[in-house]
């Protein structure tokens, strides 16, 4: 299955991001060996750094790092997707400035839900971020489930159980791109996060 063929945006209606860097995982995957999906904040502003990106992307090369921090070595995102994680942004496309609109992650929510539901037997959801929170949140209200992660700093919300289609929801912070590693605190957060998600599924 090729992630893009099943899900995308066709109207492309929110006005706060960049179209021109519009991305849906293009890999071929068998979804069914899929356990953890990791869900970062938007697409990149270089779609050459994106994780599935050939080379030496951005994204894959700070991810990689993460997952070193939590013990786990792996030495490419296709490694690692072959062990059951795959990776995804909750917004598709590319931000113009430091925040998105709530509206343009609810909007973008829809897409990510159409995606989650090609993974029938996840058993851990990482939630990289504030805007991976607040899509995740708006999917589950529309479900009529209320909300997965409970507002509140995400230092805060750490280390209590939550759950999301059945499955564990881990809040934590953003691994993706040039901010990973400059807050020493916050890198230590996301090792023991994804070595929590990682223990879920008997890694």
Partial sequence: MRISDCVGCKTFP???????CYIVPGIEIDPQIISIVLISESAPADLSDDYYAAGDPQFARTTLLAFSDAGVQASSIQELVERGVYFTTAVKCGKTG??????????????L?????????VRAYLLMGDVAIQAVNEISC????GRAIPAGSTYKIRGTEYYF???????????AGPSFGIEKSKRKMIAEDLSAAMAVIGA
């Fill in 142 to 145: 529309r479900a009529g489930a």
């Fill in 165 to 175: 289609r059945g499955a564990r929801a881990f809040p934590s912070y953003l691994q």
């Fill in 98 to 111: 430091y925040g998105i609109q709530k509206a343009t992650i609810k909007e973008c929510s829809k897409i």
């Fill in 113 to 121: 839900e159409q995606e989650l539901d090609l993974f029938p037997n």
């Fill in 14 to 20: 929110c006005n706060d991001v960049r179209h021109d």
